[in-house]
């Protein structure tokens, strides 16, 4: 897919998207640099929610195509409840199961995007 960018007066599909982003960018260095001036300890990084949420986006995208929605975003709330210190598992199937539907109603019947829900 090539979302064109364009120009100020003759904006493409992919000006706002690159904004937005450029724009998030900013926010982000503007609220790090705040920090780092005011903060006068460090505290180490905590890792173990980092990996999950990293960990959990990336078995979403090389789980879609092949398992289907439903599996796929059940896999990514699991492994990203792996971030919290005590996950309640039932609160944790209830989630997936309610994003798994609403994301297929969103994005598979009212956008039309090709996913199937169970590959």
């Known amino acids: 897919m090539d ?5 100020f007066t003759r ?3 992919g000006f706002a998207p690159m904004a937005l982003g450029i724009a998030l960018a ?3 260095v503007v609220i790090f640099l705040e920090a780092w001036k005011t903060s006068e300890t460090w505290l180490p990084p905590a890792w173990r929610p980092f990996l999950a949420i990293t960990i959990g986006i990336l078995a979403w995208v090389g789980l879609v195509e092949t398992t289907g929605l439903f599996i796929a975003t059940f896999a990514q709330v699991i492994i990203c409840s792996l971030a919290l210190p005590s ?3 039932r609160n944790v199937i209830m989630l997936a199961g309610i994003l798994a539907v609403s994301g297929y109603a969103l994005f598979v019947i009212q956008l039309g995007v090709p996913l199937e829900a169970i590959g």
């Open 3 to 7: 979302y064109g960018i364009g120009s």
């Open 11 to 13: 904006m493409g599909a």
């Open 26 to 28: 900013i926010l982000g």
């Open 87 to 89: 996950p309640r598992w």
